[in-house]
């Protein structure tokens, strides 16, 4: 079975600074593969995705995610953090289809002025 | 387009009664939705796959009695929370699959945050 796996529960950056959120996955073949972004007691948010073609893939909000085969991984970037960018971040992956999806367990992402 | 929403967006229920929850695709239509269960500092577990016109397939561990789906037409699926308990109140989730979409992605619909009480 596919597992998905985000090394850092929880993680504070200043305001501006440049953030990564690591997500690794364990699948015998490419996946489908999401962020999304939560914020404290509401739904999910979907930041960008991956299916197939350029591997550096941009999202909203000023995010983006690189799929590196070699490393079956799938981090999240972005080049200056904003205040209102803390949130929970979960990766996620579809395996066969995009729809049946496994979380990871998720990243808090802390925002310091 | 892929509009999913959910009803309602929160609810409080006495233990013991029952919680219908509802999933609806807006804008197109879904032979699969799937839900999910997320606890509170926790991520999103898959509790079971809803088939419109067929039964749920529930992942282990998932009681069916006590969650009960019906998938009853190409836009609505219900989850029941029936004879709920304190250990119930969770925010559920649901999505729905768009076969018109490239590798038939699922969307989400805003959650319900169940509390019991």
Known sequence: ???VTQPDIHITVSEGASLELRCNYSYGATPYLFWYVQSPGQGLQLLLKYFSGDTLVQGIKGFEAEFKRSQSSFNLRKPSVHWSDAAEYFCAVGT???SKLTFGTGTR????? | GAVVSQHPS???CKSGTSVKIECRSLDFQATT???YRQFPKQSLMLMATSNEGSKATYEQGVEKDKFLINHASLTLSTLTV???HPEDSSFYICSARDLNRAANEAFFG???RLTVV
């Open chain 2, 33 to 35: 939705m799937f839900w």
């Open chain 1, 1 to 3: 079975a596919q597992s």
């Open chain 2, 10 to 12: 929160w609810v409080i």
């Open chain 1, 96 to 98: 066969g289809t995009a």
């Open chain 2, 82 to 84: 029936t004879s709920a």
């Open chain 2, 110 to 112: 805003q959650g319900t």
């Open chain 1, 109 to 113: 992402l802390q925002v310091t002025l």
